[in-house]
Nanobody, 114 residues
């Protein structure tokens, strides 16, 4: 069964850190470019980090220097280390394949207070 299960969210104060995990199943994880997305209240889902199967990484300017994406191909798991969190990082975080996305998981909620 093709599945994405995100976890690790929570409530933190500005400046805090969280580490998100995305356990995948049902497809050849190591061969796919993967990405993290977030959806803030009332806004469209946006990409916050992506990593290719070869390990090339991209961040938008809004999170560059604060977020770090990584992957463990042996465990079919994608991670997102988030440091120096700010209130504008609040939202529900999702992972998915960058190309040929599959059904979205339930996401993990991040709330950052000032």
């Amino acid at each position: 069964q093709v599945q994405l299960v995100e976890s690790g969210g929570g409530s933190v104060q500005a400046g805090g850190s969280l580490r998100l995990s995305c356990v995948t199943s049902g497809f050849a994880f190591s061969t796919y470019a993967m990405a993290w997305y977030r959806q803030a209240p009332g806004k469209q889902r946006e990409l916050v980090a992506r990593v290719t199967s070869e390990g090339t990484i991209y961040y938008p300017s809004s999170v560059k220097g604060r977020f770090a994406i990584s992957r463990d191909n042996a465990k079919n798991t994608l991670f997102l280390q988030m440091n120096n969190l700010q209130p504008e990082d609040t939202g529900v975080y999702y992972c998915n394949r960058l190309f040929q996305p599959i059904a979205w998981g339930q996401g993990t909620r991040v709330a950052v207070s000032s």
